[in-house]
C-alpha cells in the first residue's frame, strides 16, 4: 500500500526521485508532457451503495491501460493508485526502478 506522506523528494548525488501519493497524478502527467505523449485519461468503477461507494480507476496513457490495485473510498485516491500502477510499469519496462519497495523509487532520467 503506498505511504501516507504528501510531499517528494530528491535524494541529491543519487540521480532518485521519490514518488510519493500525492504526486502520482502530477508525475504522470509530466512523463507524458516531457515523452510528447496526449495526457493521461482516467476511468472510473464505482462499486457500492450511494452512502458506502467505492472507487476504482483505470489509467490509459501511450496506449496501455493501468488498472488501481484495489477499490479506494475516495475517487482521487483510486486515480493515484492507478497512476503509481502506470509510473512502476514504465519505470520497470525502461530499467530505470530502484529495489527500495516503499516509498516507490524511479530514476529520473525516465521523465
Same mark, same amino acid.
Given at each position: 500500500m503506498p505511504s501516507s506522506f504528501?510531499? /517528494? $523528494? $530528491?535524494f541529491h548525488g543519487h540521480g532518485f526521485l521519490c514518488f510519493l501519493p500525492a504526486f $502520482? =497524478?502530477?508525475q504522470l502527467i509530466e512523463?507524458?508532457? =516531457?515523452s510528447g505523449l496526449p /495526457? *493521461?485519461?482516467y476511468n472510473i468503477i464505482k462499486e457500492g *451503495? &450511494?452512502? &458506502?461507494r467505492r472507487y476504482k480507476a483505470t489509467v490509459v496513457i501511450d496506449n496501455e491501460t493501468y488498472e488501481s490495485p484495489t477499490y479506494y473510498l475516495n475517487l482521487k485516491k483510486a486515480e493515484h493508485g492507478a497512476a503509481e500502477v502506470a509510473l512502476a510499469a514504465i519505470a520497470a519496462k525502461s530499467g530505470k526502478i530502484s529495489a527500495v519497495p516503499n516509498p516507490l523509487v524511479i530514476s529520473l532520467s525516465i521523465l
Amino acid at each position: 500500500m503506498p505511504s501516507s506522506f504528501i510531499s /517528494s $523528494f $530528491f535524494f541529491h548525488g543519487h540521480g532518485f526521485l521519490c514518488f510519493l501519493p500525492a504526486f $502520482f =497524478k502530477n508525475q504522470l502527467i509530466e512523463y507524458a508532457q =516531457k515523452s510528447g505523449l496526449p /495526457s *493521461p485519461v482516467y476511468n472510473i468503477i464505482k462499486e457500492g *451503495p &450511494e452512502h &458506502e461507494r467505492r472507487y476504482k480507476a483505470t489509467v490509459v496513457i501511450d496506449n496501455e491501460t493501468y488498472e488501481s490495485p484495489t477499490y479506494y473510498l475516495n475517487l482521487k485516491k483510486a486515480e493515484h493508485g492507478a497512476a503509481e500502477v502506470a509510473l512502476a510499469a514504465i519505470a520497470a519496462k525502461s530499467g530505470k526502478i530502484s529495489a527500495v519497495p516503499n516509498p516507490l523509487v524511479i530514476s529520473l532520467s525516465i521523465l
